[in-house]
T-cell receptor, first 109, second 115 residues
Framework: QKEVEQDPGPLSVPEGAIVSLNCTYSNSAFQYFMWYRQYSRKGPELLMYTYSSGNKEDGRFTAQVDKSSKYISLFIRDSQPSDSATYLCAMSAGNQFYFGTGTSLTVIP | GAVVSQHPSRVICKSGTSVKIECRSLDFQATTMFWYRQFPKQSLMLMATSNEGSKATYEQGVEKDKFLINHASLTLSTLTVTSAHPEDSSFYIC???????????FGSGTQLSVL
């Protein structure tokens, strides 16, 4: 079983839609949870960072962590064509980071 | 957010030559840096973990003599691909761990093409 599971998509939505991206994990020791956005041939960009369970909002982005279910989510409101990218979830325990495979998102104008 | 600078962004070299890629944390000290390889439409593949002042820890299957990693200071790690061959062509990305908030920041990546 992989440490982190993420549906690779691809996911295609119309502009203005709400996007929901999800990851599940198996290691209860994970304490830090991150979402990255990666454009083609670029390094991943840190979007959201949360510690332990709860919600965090930043503009159009909301990150949710449910440690009891080992489930994290990223919501994108009012999606824009510029949001088209691959989204990677990540989590860490100590000095080790684990990544999902990434979900490819296309927002259609 | 913190900035990690990676150079060069693109390099084309002949088979048999060595290529050095630099990764710098510009506004923070990074005791730990990571090097990844990424193939098209695939996720990040961790190659090695680099700790300042000590030898890098390589993942299983990664040749340490081929991919030399040096982390001589708290802001600089280098990856040298020695005697590069066409099969080494790939997108290489570094990241730096920001203590104490445990955030991980990435460089912009290096596209290596070996002819």
């Amino acid at each position: 079983q992989k440490e982190v599971e993420q549906d690779p998509g691809p996911l295609s939505v119309p502009e203005g839609a709400i996007v929901s991206l999800n990851c599940t994990y198996s290691n209860s020791a994970f304490q830090y949870f991150m979402w990255y956005r990666q454009y083609s041939r670029k390094g991943p960009e840190l979007l959201m960072y949360t510690y332990s369970s709860g919600n965090k909002e930043d503009g159009r982005f909301t990150a949710q962590v449910d440690k009891s279910s080992k489930y994290i989510s990223l919501f994108i409101r009012d999606s824009q064509p510029s949001d088209s990218a691959t989204y990677l979830c990540a989590m860490s325990a100590g000095n080790q980071f684990y990544f999902g495979t990434g979900t490819s998102l296309t927002v259609i104008p | 957010g913190a900035v990690v600078s990676q150079h060069p962004s693109r390099v084309i070299c002949k088979s048999g030559t060595s290529v050095k890629i630099e990764c710098r944390s510009l506004d923070f000290q990074a005791t730990t840096m990571f090097w990844y390889r990424q193939f098209p439409k695939q996720s990040l593949m961790l190659m090695a973990t680099s700790n300042e002042g000590s030898k890098a820890t390589y993942e299983q299957g990664v040749e340490k003599d081929k991919f030399l990693i040096n982390h001589a200071s708290l802001t600089l790690s280098t990856l040298t691909v020695t005697s590069a061959h066409p099969e080494d062509s790939s997108f290489y990305i570094c990241s730096a761990r920001h203590s104490p908030n445990e955030k991980l920041f990435f460089g912009s990546g290096t596209q290596l093409s070996v002819l």
